[in-house]
């Protein structure tokens, strides 16, 4: 848990760091930060919730949305100098 809350960016290492060292480890102290950072109250409601949302990271969505502008650039023939 510890590894993948600093991989998200949910969480730094100095902070959990700090965190274990007032509080002591455990998986509920884990759990409860993330909910204060982002709401879920466990990495498995998270990975749930956003399956079923079908959210996409934003590199996907640009690489989208250039592909769609090149289709429609050559459907309308934009950029063609022999018109």
Same mark, same amino acid.
């Given at each position: &848990?510890?590894?993948?809350?600093? /991989? ?9 760091? @700090? ?7 455990? *998986?509920?102290?884990?759990?409860? *930060?993330?909910?204060? @950072? ?7 409601? &998270? /990975? ?10 934003? /590199?996907?969505?640009?690489e ?19 018109k």
């Amino acid at each position: &848990m510890w590894n993948w809350l600093v /991989d998200m960016g949910i969480a730094t290492q100095e902070e959990l760091e @700090r965190l274990v060292d007032t509080s002591g480890y455990s *998986l509920e102290k884990m759990n409860n *930060l993330l909910y204060v @950072r982002t709401g879920y109250h466990s990495r498995e409601e &998270m /990975d749930e919730k956003k399956q079923l949302a079908g959210i996409i990271n934003a /590199d996907e969505i640009i690489e989208a949305v250039r592909e769609i502008a090149l289709i429609v650039d050559k459907k309308l023939n934009w950029g063609d100098d022999e018109k």
